[in-house]
């Protein structure tokens, strides 16, 4: 059985390794995507007063049991259970309730919906991966929108994690 990350080494860091084992190396759900929303997340967190460490897990495992790039509303009930196999103390309720419902077409709900209702922003945004025709009107936050986009579309044009850091920290 896997265990959470050794005190010491960084979470963010060991989940990027992760998600660089698990994910497949292309594809609209590949590794670049969780590895954006990672980058920018502590960020993200900060400015919105939301909590770190539960959505960089989320982040890690939230496409982790896609099997399809079409709409599926089951791969973040998935991606919870295989985080509770592997790392249960990591997966408390807010952060199944985060895997659960980023993927669901509902509105957020329950006791942690202004969470979930971030956690899907942050995924939305990433949607600029989808080119010209990408639809931005899923993301639900009015006042700093621009300002995301524009840091998404720097990102996108990295191919490495230590390249989106260092773009990370030149630009937020
Ligand atoms: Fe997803
Ligand atoms: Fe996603």
Redesign the pocket.
Known sequence: MAHPPPSGEPLQEFLANLIEERYPQDGL?GHLHPLRLLAVAPEFCDRYGLPESAFLWAIAF??IA?DNDDEDEA??RAGAEELAAIHPDACTDLVEALLVQ??LSQEPSGPFAHEVAFFKDL?ALDRLRFGPASDIHYVMITGDRGEWEEVFRELLACREWEEMMATVSRIL
């Open positions: 759900h939230h496409d896609r791969h973040g980023h993927c995924d």
